[in-house]
């Protein structure tokens, strides 16, 4: 590296190659909880299984006098899935529950 160019980079920000936007795909899938058939013994069946598909970007922010900024981007259940993770009717369990619908979220971190 040059003199010049070491005398710039003192003063100055610059992108290295680690400096990089990133995105993330993610698969959740699960083989349901149990639940119990009327008429059928306390939690003898499962319900259907289900997959949730996650998405996520995440870029670099340059201040100028921070470092560590970042801003994200994410979608939780991007094909907009409708699943049932439990029914209500197994042990213990007294209401149904359903997985979370299209989410979209975004945040800012800074690292000190």
Do not use: C, W
Not at 2 to 17: E, V, W
Not at 45 to 58: D, R
Not at 80 to 98: C, H, I, K, N, W
């Amino acid at each position: 590296m040059s003199p010049d160019d070491l005398a710039f980079i003192t003063n100055s920000y610059i992108h290295t190659d680690h400096d990089q936007t990133r995105f993330a795909v993610d698969l959740t899938a699960g083989s349901g909880l149990r639940t119990t058939n009327p008429g059928g013994s306390p939690n003898g069946a499962a319900l259907p299984g289900y997959q949730q598909v996650n998405f996520s970007i995440v870029q670099p922010i340059d201040t100028g006098f921070l470092k560590g900024m970042e801003l994200r981007f994410d979608v939780i259940n991007l094909f907009d899935e409708v699943y049932q993770m439990r029914s209500g009717t197994g042990l213990g369990v007294f209401a149904p529950q359903f997985g979370l619908r299209r989410t979209f979220l975004a945040g800012l971190t800074q690292r000190f």
